[in-house]
C-alpha cells in the first residue's frame, strides 16, 4: 500500500502589519511578532499617510523630508520598539497614499503571506458598530488572509498566542469552502482540534429543500478541492446537523483562546453584506484573533523579497 501523502504545512515568508499608531494597533502588533516568531517569517510595518499642502511643497521643492513625515519615521520607530522584535526579520515603511490602497500595494510589493490588523470598533448607535470602510476594504480586497484583532481582544502573552481551538465557520458557499485547506493545516501545524459550522440565511433555514441542495452544493465544493479533507465534512448530513444562528454562534468569539476562521469574498453572503452581517457584528466585537481567507485567483505566483530589504533587532 502506498503511504499517505504528507499534509503541507502552512507557508508564512511575510507578515505585514498595517499600523494607525492606535491601542488595537499595539495589540496587533503583539499577534502579528508571535506569528513572525512562530513561522519564521519577515515582519513588515506599515503605515500609510498623505502630505498637506505645506509638508508637499517642502518636499517637492526643497527636496528635503517635510517634517510630518520625520514625526511619522519616529512614531512608527517608537511603535516598533514597544514589543520584543528580537530574532524577527524587520522592515519599516512609511507609504504615502490613501488608505487602503496604500497598503494593498505594500501587500503586492512585500508579497505578504499574511495581513494584520488591529480595528477600533467605533459605537455609532446602541446596535451598530463601525469597523470603519478602510478595515472592510482590506479585509475583501486583500491577496492574502487577514488575521484581525478587534478592540476587546487581549494582549498576546509573551511568544504564544494561547489558542486552544480553532472556529471555523461557513455560510455554505463555495467562497467559504477555499478556506478549509488552510483551516486543516492550521488545526495540524498548531496541534488544536477545529469545529465547523455552518451560518445560513433566515430565508434558506425555513426551506429544507434548499439547505439539502446548499449542503450538497458545499459538499461537493470541498472534494474538489484536493485535499485531505475530513471525511465527515463532504457529507450533507454533518453539514446540516452543523447549521447555527448568528446569536448562537457569537459566544463562540468571546473566548480569547479561540481562533475564528472565514472563508470570504465580495459576493459572498459574509462578503457582501458585511455592514450589517454577523461577520460585521463578530469582527467589531470579538474577543478572539479572527482570521479570514479571500478567494484567490487561480495562477497567482508568490515571490519572495529579497531578505537584504530587512532588519534583524
Known amino acids: 500500500m502506498r503511504a499517505p501523502e504528507k499534509r503541507p504545512e502552512i507557508v508564512i515568508r511575510t507578515v505585514l502589519l498595517a499600523t494607525d499608531f492606535e491601542r488595537s494597533s499595539r495589540v496587533a502588533l503583539g499577534y502579528a511578532a508571535v506569528v513572525a516568531r512562530r513561522f519564521q517569517a519577515r515582519l513588515v510595518l506599515v503605515h500609510a499617510f498623505e502630505l ?14 517635510s517634517r510630518t513625515r520625520r514625526d511619522l519615521e519616529a512614531r512608527l520607530q517608537a511603535f516598533t520598539s514597544e514589543i520584543d522584535l528580537k530574532g524577527i526579520p524587520t522592515k519599516q515603511v512609511l507609504v504615502e497614499g490613501t488608505v487602503p490602497s496604500a497598503i494593498l500595494k505594500s501587500l503586492s510589493k512585500y508579497d505578504a503571506d499574511l495581513l494584520v490588523l488591529g480595528t477600533q470598533g ?5 446596535n451598530h458598530v463601525l469597523l470603519g470602510s478602510n478595515t472592510e476594504a482590506l479585509m475583501l480586497l486583500a491577496s492574502c488572509p487577514t488575521l484581525t484583532i478587534g478592540p476587546y481582544v487581549p494582549e498576546a502573552t509573551g511568544f504564544d498566542m494561547g489558542l486552544r481551538k480553532i472556529v471555523y465557520i461557513s455560510d455554505f458557499t463555495a467562497g467559504s469552502a477555499i478556506a478549509v485547506p488552510t483551516v486543516e493545516r492550521l488545526s495540524a501545524d498548531l496541534a488544536v482540534p477545529v469545529e465547523m459550522y455552518q451560518l445560513l440565511a433566515d430565508q434558506d433555514r425555513a426551506n429544507d429543500a434548499r439547505s439539502r441542495l446548499l449542503a450538497e452544493e458545499f459538499c461537493a465544493s470541498l472534494k474538489a478541492l484536493s485535499t485531505e479533507t475530513q471525511q465527515k465534512w463532504c457529507k450533507p448530513e454533518f453539514q446540516l446537523d452543523h447549521i447555527r444562528r448568528a446569536d448562537e454562534l457569537l459566544p463562540e468569539s468571546l473566548d480569547p483562546s479561540t481562533l475564528i476562521v472565514l472563508g470570504i469574498e465580495s459576493a459572498s453572503f459574509l462578503g457582501r453584506h458585511l455592514h450589517t452581517s454577523y461577520a460585521y457584528r463578530l469582527l467589531a466585537n470579538a474577543a478572539c484573533p479572527i482570521l479570514t481567507i479571500p478567494r484567490l485567483k487561480k495562477g497567482t505566483e508568490k515571490r519572495s523579497p529579497p531578505l537584504e530589504q530587512f532588519r534583524t533587532p
Do not use: I, S
Request: no cysteine; hydrophobic share 35%; aromatic share 0%.
Open 52 to 65: 498637506d499642502p505645506v509638508a508637499t511643497n517642502v518636499e517637492v521643492v526643497d527636496h528635503k523630508k
Open 122 to 126: 467605533v459605537r455609532k448607535g446602541v
